[in-house]
């Protein structure tokens, strides 16, 4: 006879876990500051870590308490604590155990340079319940530094990671593909494999750099730009293990490969969202434009994801060359243009992004979706194309 | 090893954990190391177990608990102090409940 069992275990962030409901907020991101300790060339959002006026205007330790506590009245189940560096913050591990005990899984982004034997303490005795996610600009002194421009950063970095490894604290590290250090994509997955048990494949790579993101330096976006790879090197990065690659995207494209029609937002935007440093909860990371915002000092979450967000994810394109072209054309799900990269690239919503558009058809054109001069949003049997992609893979 | 659970005895929520209900789900959020197994579980509970898991208390032993639900849902004592003993079994295993009084 089969024992009667009155307890289940689930793992967080997998399926499952809610059988009838779900709660109005799920996960929320909260960038505890715009101040980083690094100075990296490709990075959208840092302030010097010294900016007074950035440092004034962040939220209270008691008013990041207090969008936690709603947060959890929302059911939330998962934070994440990112930047600029999230650890300048001197409260940081009063925030972290606030949250903890709140009964929310705390995800941490960060450079590894502000690790200390005092914070590795408190997450071995507490631990985050997911995984610290640490970026690695650099395998040697010498790349590194020409990416963060901080002295010291190589050493500071490196340091709180061996710290994360000898204590066992779970933790991936990503990317950033850049000049300065593509050259030593294969002595960093060499690395990450023989030290980081949580990945489960090479680590992820950020590759086609967003622009700022409060659109606030033009000769910063200018440098960005000329960081970015082509989308033929782009492909090149993203094939390195063909058949996965192609094996992922055949499972992706029968699933979200589709004309995105005339609304704006196909994607979660705005189901949850991210708190800036100053108390303002955007529809998601990156989208910060004046219309798309709502400032928690006149109001709350539960407004925002019940009113004021499900208003603006009905928002229709209006731009005649967005309807044209990204409207009809099936590449979406390859394609990372939204209204966040049209923010950041042009100030509007709507706007077609170049640069996205080449990189989604190269990797269309090696996956055979289209041809070598097509573009996709002329395709109308886009769905037999798919069909056909996905049929190869059986 | 299955955990010695006796009727006479307290068991409460270890301080370790918090218990919270999310879109009608009962969850319990490991808070210290060393409850469950992996460091990324939490755990959820049945009916039984949640009904069981409101009444416990430190100021009442399983009995007590058993007594009480056994009036409130006017169940059969003996199969309703069989539940408390099994959910308690599989909570002291994974430490999301104390014994009262044991060092």
Request: aromatic residues 8%; positive net charge; glycine residues 8%.
């Amino acid at each position: 006879m089969r024992r009667k069992t009155y307890v289940s275990t689930q793992v967080f962030g997998k399926a499952g876990l809610f059988r009838k409901l779900r709660p109005v907020l799920s996960s929320l991101d909260m960038e505890l500051t715009e101040r980083c300790n690094n100075n990296c060339i490709h990075c959208c959002i840092n302030l010097p870590s010294h900016d007074a006026l950035a440092r004034k205007r962040e939220l209270s330790t008691e008013a990041v308490k207090k969008i936690l506590r709603e947060a959890v009245s929302l059911g939330c189940l998962s934070v994440r604590f990112t930047g600029g560096e999230p650890l300048l913050r001197g409260d940081f591990q009063e925030l972290y155990l606030f949250a903890r005990k709140l009964g929310l899984r705390v995800l941490v982004f960060t450079n590894a340079t502000l690790i200390t034997p005092g914070l590795v303490a408190l997450w071995c005795r507490v631990p985050p319940l997911g995984d610290i996610e640490v970026t690695v600009y650099g395998m040697k002194k010498s790349s590194y530094e020409a990416v963060t421009r901080v002295p010291g950063s190589y050493e500071a970095a490196w340091r709180g990671i061996h710290l994360l490894l000898k204590n066992k604290i779970h933790f991936v590290v990503k990317g950033a593909f850049l000049p300065q250090n593509k050259d030593e994509m294969g002595a960093f997955e060499a690395w990450a494999a023989a030290n980081v048990p949580q990945l489960d494949g090479p680590p992820a790579y950020s590759l086609y750099f967003d622009l700022r993101c409060r659109r606030d330096d033009a000769a910063k976006n200018r440098l960005i730009k000329s960081l970015r790879p082509s989308p033929e090197e782009g492909l090149r990065v993203l094939v390195r293990q063909k058949d996965k690659y192609v094996k992922g995207m055949q499972a992706f494209c029968s699933k979200f490969m589709r004309p995105s029609g005339e609304k704006l937002f196909s994607c979660g935007a705005g189901c949850g969202g991210c708190v800036d440093a100053y108390g303002v909860f955007q529809p998601c990371m990156m989208l910060r434009h004046p219309d798309c915002v709502y400032d928690l000092k006149k109001g709350n979450l539960r407004d925002a994801l019940e009113g004021f967000f499900p208003k603006l994810r009905e928002t229709k394109a209006a731009n005649p060359e967005f309807l044209r072209r990204c409207a009809r054309c099936f590449l979406k799900g390859l394609c990372e243009q939204c209204p966040a990269k049209a923010w950041m690239e042009y100030g509007t919503l709507d706007t077609p992004v170049a640069y996205l558009c080449g990189a989604a058809h190269e990797q269309a054109r090696f996956l055979g979706l289209i041809g070598k001069k097509e573009k996709a949003w002329t395709v109308n049997d886009w769905q037999g194309r798919i069909d056909a992609f996905v049929k190869k893979g059986r | 090893m299955e955990s010695q659970v006796f009727l006479n005895k307290v068991y409460a929520p270890s301080g370790d954990v918090v218990a919270r209900e999310v879109a009608g789900e009962f969850i319990i959020v490991p808070i210290a190391s060393g409850v469950g197994d992996m460091e990324d579980e939490i755990f959820s509970l049945n009916e039984t177990g949640k009904s069981i898991w409101d009444k416990l208390s430190p100021a009442k032993s399983l009995k007590d608990v058993a007594r009480e639900l056994s009036v409130e849902f006017e169940g059969p004592l003996a199969k309703i102090e069989k539940d408390c003993v099994g959910l308690v079994q599989e909570l002291l295993k994974r430490k999301i409940v104390i014994e009262k009084g044991k060092k």
